[in-house]
T-cell receptor, first 111, second 113 residues
Framework: DTAVSQTPKYLVTQMGNDKSIKCEQNLGHDTMYWYKQDSKKFLKIMFSYNNKELIINETVPNRFSPKSPDKAHLNLHINSLELGDSAVYFCASEGQDYGYTFGSGTRLTVV | GNSVTQMEGPVTLSEEAFLTINCTYT??????LFWYVQYPGEGLQLLLKATKADDKGSNKGFEATYRKETTSFHLEKGSVQVSDSAVYFCALSFSNSGYALNFGKGTSLLVTP
């Protein structure tokens, strides 16, 4: 039973399109995150939600919009995709005692 | 600001060699420290953590000790295996309520038979 699941696992799309990545956790955690991993493997925080409220909103283009319909879900919508958006996007959730759990990632390729 | 610095990779070792991956941090206050591992094509898994000075985290033969005096959290393993080939990330965080993990740039490890 997957703890943090992301869909899709792979996403190939053309420049200018709009796409969404979904994330769900069944751990009962209150806090969820989106991270971006670039081609050099560097991981950078994008957004954080705590109980459906936006907590962290790093310097990310406003083409990226997170949405948390409930505390078990945190989706990422991206408008007008650009080549530079190609990366692996990881969802994570956090419980008590620094228990961060990561999803397996969504590899986005913009062509 | 808060940051984590790891040794540059890639690191290539023969099986059964001793591993050290250096990690130092800069932080205002006393963070919790973590090592995460990412196997090829997979997500990140927590390898070990330490929440206060002098704590030692350990798991699967890996160890790291939180050294406040040197602001370090070096990862060690006495005898690496081919299956340890992965990217290792050092990270810090400040609370368990919405403060994101701040990662180092990762160190790629390749263990050859």
């Amino acid at each position: 039973d997957t703890a943090v699941s992301q869909t899709p696992k792979y996403l190939v799309t053309q420049m200018g399109n709009d796409k969404s990545i979904k994330c769900e956790q069944n751990l009962g955690h209150d806090t969820m995150y989106w991270y971006k991993q670039d081609s050099k493997k560097f991981l950078k925080i994008m957004f954080s939600y705590n109980n459906k409220e936006l907590i962290i909103n790093e310097t990310v283009p406003n083409r990226f919009s997170p949405k948390s319909p409930d505390k078990a879900h945190l989706n990422l919508h991206i408008n007008s995709l650009e080549l530079g958006d190609s990366a692996v996007y990881f969802c994570a959730s956090e419980g008590q005692d620094y228990g961060y759990t990561f999803g397996s990632g969504t590899r986005l390729t913009v062509v | 600001g808060n940051s984590v610095t790891q040794m540059e990779g890639p690191v290539t070792l023969s099986e059964e060699a001793f591993l050290t991956i250096n990690c130092t941090y800069t932080a205002t206050g006393y963070p919790s420290l973590f090592w995460y591992v990412q196997y090829p094509g997979e997500g990140l898994q927590l390898l070990l953590k330490a929440t206060k000075a002098d704590d030692k985290g350990s798991n699967k033969g890996f160890e790291a000790t939180y050294r406040k005096e040197t602001t370090s959290f070096h990862l060690e393993k006495g005898s690496v295996q081919v299956s340890d080939s992965a990217v290792y990330f050092c990270a810090l965080s400040f609370s368990n309520s919405g403060y994101a993990l701040n990662f180092g740039k990762g160190t790629s490890l390749l263990v050859t038979p």
